[in-house]
């Protein structure tokens, strides 16, 4: 069964940095692409990264372009984004999810992030 | 700016069926942007339906069906049910990157 996990979600004060995590298992990792999508409160879904599957590509968000970095660790299983300089603007659950175009997309469960003083 | 267009809002019976469209301000959707559709319930994550245009994941039930219509990508659902109300989404790729629509809110009445 494919699991995303994520995690490292929490408060932090504007202009702080936070890693979130996500724990895959249930597939071979190594082989998909991965994205980060939010979806700030009361809002839309809104896609903010990818990086395929050796971690050579990346692409963002202009929004978030230059602030965040999206990685990834095939050994752990375990895709990652680095957020620096956050704003208010930032806060949302953040949600890990696995590409696929002929198998279809899988979601973790999301991890909130609050970005406050 | 939104680039993908969907209903901001819907209101069927139970028992009725009901088309969301997600169009691009771009042109035509095609097979080639891979439409998506996503449900998603207060304080749940989206949960996957519909990917590659019409093809139903294995939990997602018959009701439910994905195509291209009109220049926009659909989904229609039959038979509607009282669970089904719900936000939808719909997933568009572009650009090595993935475009969300706003969002239909499904209301059953």
């Known amino acids: 069964e494919v699991q995303l996990v994520e995690s490292g979600g929490g408060l932090v004060q504007p202009g702080g940095s936070l890693r979130l995590s996500c724990t895959a298992s249930?597939?071979?990792?190594?082989?998909?692409?991965m994205h980060w999508v939010r979806q700030a409160p009361g809002k839309g879904l809104m896609w903010v990264s990818r990086?395929?599957?050796?971690?050579?590509?990346?692409t963002y968000a202009d929004s978030v372009k230059g602030r965040f970095t999206i990685s990834r660790d095939n050994a752990k299983n375990t895709l990652y984004l680095q957020m620096n300089s956050l704003g208010v603007e930032d806060t949302a659950v953040y949600y890990c999810?696995?590409?696929?175009?002929?198998?279809?997309?899988?979601w973790g469960q999301g991890t909130l992030v609050t970005v406050s003083s | 700016q939104t680039v993908v267009t969907q209903e901001p809002s819907l209101t069927v019976s139970p028992g009725g069926t009901v088309t969301l469209t997600c169009g691009f301000i771009?042109?035509?959707?095609?097979?080639?942007?891979?439409p998506n559709w996503l449900q998603q319930k207060p304080g749940q994550a989206p949960r996957a339906l519909i990917y590659?245009?019409?093809t139903r994941h294995s939990w997602t039930p018959a009701r439910f069906s994905g195509s291209l219509l009109g220049g926009k990508a659909a989904l229609t659902l039959s038979g509607v049910q009282p669970e089904d109300e719900a936000d939808y989404y719909c997933?568009?790729?572009?650009?090595?990157?993935?475009?969300f629509g706003g969002g239909t809110k499904l209301t059953v009445l």
């Open positions: 999810a696995r590409d696929s175009t002929t198998t279809g997309i899988y």
């Open positions: 997933l568009l790729y572009y650009g090595g990157a993935w475009v």
């Open positions: 771009t042109g035509a959707v095609t097979s080639a942007y891979y």
């Open positions: 590659d245009t019409g």
């Open positions: 249930g597939f071979t990792f190594s082989d998909y692409w």
């Open positions: 990086i395929n599957s050796d971690g050579g590509s990346t």
